[in-house]
């Protein structure tokens, strides 16, 4: 399985962004699908949760603001991120529950995001 994450980029306070993960024909096979960040020096962070049958659950720090969806006919899990802040500043990274198909987890690459004051 692999995980490409994109959509990452440069935004001001208050602005919005669009995660994208994309799965190699895979996303159907996930028990679950879920976002992290992480900033320098500290662990990666669970952000969202998106189950196998649709189920959503944020952190307290993004609830109201940020959107996990999945599209299974794109292979595709985005995060939709509104209201943004500079503390939400770090690298996303999704990450795949494929532990009945696989036996494992798998991760995609990071994307940056930042948010200016």
């Known amino acids: 399985v692999q995980l490409q994450a994109s959509g990452g980029g440069l935004v001001q306070a208050g602005g919005s962004l669009r995660l994208s993960c994309a799965a190699s024909?895979?996303?159907?096979?996930?028990?679950?699908m879920r976002w992290y960040r992480q900033t320098p020096g500290k662990e990666r962070d669970l952000v969202a949760t998106?189950?196998?049958?649709?189920?959503?659950d944020y952190v307290d720090s993004v609830k109201g603001r940020f959107t996990i969806s999945r599209d299974t006919a794109k292979d595709t899990v985005d995060l939709q991120m509104n209201s943004l802040k500079p503390e939400d500043t770090a690298v996303y990274y999704c990450?795949?529950?494929?532990?009945?198909?696989?036996?494992?987890?798998?991760w995609g690459q990071g994307t940056l995001v930042t948010v200016s004051s």
């Open positions: 998106i189950s196998k049958v649709g189920i959503t």
């Open positions: 990450n795949g529950d494929f532990s009945r198909y696989y036996g494992r987890n798998f």
């Open positions: 024909g895979s996303i159907f096979r996930a028990d679950a």
